[in-house]
């Protein structure tokens, strides 16, 4: 399963295609099949979007992408997801998409530090976020639970 969503992530933070170039939208970019049924990432001429069951869930910038997929304990799925929001100081965002078995969804609030590499790891069914410092940015620490975003330091 992570081989599977590690290809399609991979096939996903390939270069989008131009909508210059007469490419038709919106356009499918990658499958998922996660806990709460098929995840769809597409992309349209306004950015790109995640779809549950054919239904949009969720819109961000055209470059937004998908960092890492979880599944803590088989409790929910999880997709840390980072979108550069601009050209200013520390532009990239990331938040987190949970799915669950009964079908339900949640995006956790954006978060974001200028150490733009953290580390990951899962401890029952809480995801940890660390970032290093950077220059004199302290680190940062943020949990989730699946449904909740918390900055523990």
């Known amino acids: 399963?992570?081989?599977?969503?590690?290809?399609?992530?991979?096939?996903?933070?390939?270069?989008?295609?131009?909508?210059?170039?007469?490419?038709?939208?919106?356009?499918?970019?990658?499958?998922?099949?996660?806990?709460?049924?098929?995840?769809?990432?597409?992309?349209?001429?306004?950015?790109?979007?995640?779809?549950?069951?054919?239904?949009?869930?969720?819109?961000?910038?055209?470059?937004?992408?998908?960092?890492?997929?979880?599944?803590?304990?088989?409790?929910?799925?999880?997709?840390?997801?980072?979108?550069?929001?601009?050209p200013v100081a520390c532009p990239v965002q990331f938040f987190f998409l949970a799915l669950h078995k009964d079908g339900r969804f949640s995006v956790s609030r954006t978060f974001g530090h200028c150490s733009v590499s953290p580390e990951m790891k899962i401890e029952g069914k809480r995801i940890t976020v660390s970032f290093k410092a950077f220059g004199k940015m302290p680190p940062a620490k943020w949990e989730f639970d699946g449904r909740e975003l918390l900055q523990i330091e």
Do not use: C
Not at 1 to 10: D, G, I, Q, S, V
């Open 1 to 86: 399963m992570r081989k599977l969503a590690a290809l399609l992530l991979l096939l996903f933070l390939s270069a989008p295609p131009n909508p210059a170039s007469g490419a038709n939208y919106p356009k499918d970019l990658a499958k998922i099949d996660t806990i709460a049924g098929d995840v769809v990432l597409s992309q349209d001429e306004t950015g790109k979007f995640i779809r549950l069951k054919g239904e949009t869930i969720l819109r961000a910038s055209e470059n937004m992408s998908i960092f890492r997929f979880f599944r803590p304990k088989n409790a929910y799925d999880a997709m840390l997801l980072r979108d550069f929001t601009g």
